[in-house]
């Protein structure tokens, strides 16, 4: 949670209802002055209505925002003055780059000299300076993503909304505007909020990460709390692949779940407050193949291997427990585990410490 002094943007209790379905359910979160927070779900979890709500575009059915302690849950879209970022760049087809750029100040009645000068800056700052007199159908998919945002920055808004802005781009090019839009964030210093529905993404741009599902928040934190320390099993297992191991006898005592698996103790760190039915959650890039049974400090099972899935550098191996418990570990795609033939029985090994307890039931 941001200190107080330096919340700009405050949701508080926001809801969202067509009829029945309640597609926000008493949303409450703070956005710092300057972070990068992305919104990140599945679809249908709430993410973009949540947008959109903060865009004016669409109204709550209750709760509240603020701006810098201001309500402006009634102010209309159009005097909140944020920029907006659409998935399918909305850009005019008739105007040249330059033209789209300069499109919101030429509406905000600024004088054409004034409007050039501040377009040949925006365009010099998103890489595009060359390019100022060509139609959007004369750009690739990243070059038509940079006019977007130079045209949603060009009044310098206090808020940049993007709304999976990145969706339609091959990966390549993804990976390369997202290094983009970074920088472009360091630049210039605005509030981003970004919705995205991709992972990696959302943890590899952002300040914080606020996960959504079923219209509620379910976490909100660094990229490195909400993976390494999910909340739920919802969280866990959204942001990436994570092994589930059931344990017989389960007991929490100092902030430890202890308890049995196929013969073997396992034990883990648990956080504070009730689990129901706990299981061992670990990510499968903690754990490793062993020649024998765990030494002291670590967790260990055996498992026959199933299979193997080809990954370039790393692969994934996929393998099971005697009681029907699925593990996949990551492997190098050269050594010794791509060799393993099907049905082999090995020892899995990880520290006590990297894996976690969660409730086993979502």
């Known amino acids: 949670m941001a200190e107080a002094s330096d919340v700009f943007l405050r949701a508080v209790e926001i809801t969202k209802s067509y009829g029945a379905l309640h597609a926000l359910d008493r949303v409450s979160l703070d956005i710092a002055r300057g972070e990068f927070l992305t919104l990140l779900g599945p679809s249908g979890s709430g993410k973009t209505t949540f947008l959109m709500c903060l865009a004016g575009f669409v109204e709550a059915t209750a709760g509240r925002l603020e701006e810098a302690g201001v309500d402006i849950t009634q102010r209309p879209a159009e005097a909140r003055r944020y920029g907006m970022v659409f998935q399918g760049y909305a850009l005019f087809p008739h105007m040249s780059v330059a033209e789209n750029v300069a499109f919101p100040l030429r509406v905000a009645g600024m004088a054409r000299g004034a409007r050039g000068a501040r377009v040949a800056e925006m365009l010099e700052t998103v890489g595009l300076a060359p390019l100022g007199n060509r139609r959007p159908h004369q750009l690739s998919g990243g070059q038509q993503q940079r006019v977007a945002l130079a045209r949603a920055l060009i009044s310098h808004p206090p808020v940049l909304l993007l709304d999976e ?68 099993r919802f969280v866990a297992e959204f942001l990436g692949r994570i092994n589930l191991i059931p344990l017989d006898q389960a007991v929490v005592a100092n902030c430890r779940l202890t308890g049995r698996f196929e ?46 899935v080809y990954g370039g550098a790393q692969s994934v191996l996929q393998l099971t427990t005697d009681s029907g418990v699925e593990i996949s570990l990551d492997v190098p795609s050269r050594g010794e585990a791509p060799s393993m033939a099907c049905g082999e029985t090995v020892w899995v090994t990880w520290p006590r410490d990297s894996g976690f307890a969660l409730s086993g039931e979502s």
């Open 165 to 232: 802005p990145l969706s339609a781009l091959d990966k390549n090019l993804r990976e390369q505007m997202q290094e983009e839009i970074k920088s472009l964030h360091r630049k210039i210093g605005s509030t981003f909020v970004f919705v995205t529905h991709d992972q990696t993404e959302a943890l590899s741009m952002s300040s914080r990460v606020a996960i959504f599902n079923h219209g509620r928040v379910q976490q909100i934190g660094t990229p490195e709390e909400v993976y390494e320390h999910p909340a739920n």
């Open 263 to 308: 013969g073997q103790e396992l034990t883990a760190p648990a956080p504070k407050g009730p689990l129901n039915t706990p299981v061992i959650a670990v990510r499968p890039e903690y754990m490793r193949l062993s020649a024998g049974p765990p030494h002291q400090g670590e967790n260990g099972l055996r498992a026959r291997v199933r299979a193997r």
